[in-house]
């Protein structure tokens, strides 16, 4: 039985995007609603934490240093040490109610993020765009709600991605060579499952890992679709994850307490937490942005 265990009492309001900095050897992550980078060395249990310049829902670090950051109206070079800012493109300046979300890099160092509608209504009006080495930006998936689950096979030619609301998760043929997708399939369907596809991640085994918003888990998916594992977690909204530790072994999860009551959150006080598990596989070295 794999021990979770809360390592940050960080009471985050939307704690996502948990990324392990191989360099570093520690583990950074967002809370969106704060406008907050956090920083985790599990050698010493210290962390730091940056304001960021406005919300930041995910990033991914750079080969030239720096990170790059999929800022609510905007993706841009941002640089917390020094607060140096680059705007690249405003995003989605048409739509009022669209903010950026989730985001990753596929094997190739790309950069793939989506959008969400926070109007409240789950529109599908936000789209998800491919970032490339020359910086410019194309939309590879229109019409979409809440973007999540963003990750790639280990040899980078499935792209998985949920739209939260329709509670799947979706296969793509990703071309490596060019960033483009075809043959969209259901990879996992949630009807009979407690909670909602959030961010997942992919480990060395090619089995996708799923954070399950409002589910108290995470489960592991074959590549086939089918559910290997679950893991309990011991509040309500996992969020996202992450593979750290020197030997990418630890499972890093990342939680919220956005939306949650006064009640459940004295009945689950650790939500918004940074939890960590050790597991029996290993992750992947996650690549950096190759702009």
């Not at 006064?262 to 596989?281: H, M, N, T, W, Y």
Request: glycine share 8%; charged share 25%.
């Amino acid at each position: 039985m794999c021990e979770v265990k809360c390592v940050v009492d960080c009471q985050n309001t939307l704690g996502e995007n948990p990324t392990w900095s191989i360099d570093a050897q520690k583990l950074y992550w967002l809370d969106i609603e704060k406008s907050e980078l956090w920083r985790y060395d599990p050698e010493t249990g210290e962390t730091k934490v940056w304001k960021t310049p406005e919300r930041a829902a995910s990033f991914a670090f750079r080969e030239k240093g720096g990170l790059l950051v999929a800022f609510e109206s905007c993706l841009a070079f941002w640089d917390p040490e020094t607060g140096e800012t680059t705007k690249l493109k405003v995003m989605e300046p048409d739509l009022a109610t669209t903010r950026m979300n989730d985001g990753r890099c596929d094997r190739q160092g790309r950069f793939i993020v989506g959008g969400m509608d926070e109007s409240g209504k789950s529109e599908r009006i936000s789209n998800v765009y491919r970032v490339d080495r020359d910086l410019s930006v194309h939309r590879i998936i229109s019409g979409v709600a809440c973007a999540n689950s963003t990750c790639f096979s280990p040899d980078g030619r499935v792209m998985y991605f949920a739209d939260t609301p329709t509670g799947e998760i979706w296969a793509y043929d990703y071309d490596t060579n060019t960033g483009d997708i075809s043959d969209r399939r259901v990879f996992a369907n949630f009807s009979d499952q407690p909670g909602m596809p959030d961010g997942s991640i992919v480990d060395l085994e090619g089995y996708l890992w799923n954070a399950q918003w409002n589910g108290h888990r995470v489960v592991r998916y074959r590549p086939d679709g089918t559910v290997d594992r679950v893991i309990s977690i011991p509040v309500m909204n996992p969020t996202c994850l992450a593979f750290g530790g020197k030997n990418l072994d630890v499972l890093y999860v990342t939680t919220a307490r956005y939306l949650m009551t006064p009640e459940q959150i004295k009945a689950e006080p650790l939500s918004g937490g940074l939890f960590a598990v050790v597991v029996d596989v290993k992750g992947l070295n996650e690549p950096k942005f190759c702009g």
